[in-house]
């Protein structure tokens, strides 16, 4: 697997208090919250894949939903209102 790191965009809707809690946990290890259940992250696919193996475990298929979002280009993405620093702010 390629060592390049892709920027994504991890959204969830979780329906289990308990099981969000985790989803939570383990994506604020290695992205950086932009919303409430969005993260935005740099994996390569490697640790992608790893990441989602981590999560899979932690969703019940028939009542959560999680997706992940390749993003081309950080360097054209705008915000508006509160916003959290992009760039140096990566935490893989």
């Known amino acids: 697997m390629s060592a390049h790191r892709r920027p994504l965009l991890v959204c969830y809707d979780i329906a289990d208090p308990r ?9 604020r290890d290695v992205a950086l919250p ?15 894949t790893g990441l989602l193996e981590r999560l899979a475990e ?3 298929p028939a009542e959560d939903r999680l997706s992940v979002f390749y993003l081309q280009d950080l360097a054209r993405t705008h915000s508006l209102g509160l916003t959290a620093p992009l760039g140096d702010a990566w935490v893989v």
Request: glycine share 4%.
């Open 19 to 27: 099981r969000l809690r985790r989803i939570f946990r383990e994506l």
């Open 34 to 48: 932009v919303q409430k259940s969005v993260f935005l992250a740099e994996l390569t696919a490697a640790d992608l």
């Open 58 to 60: 932690g969703i019940d």
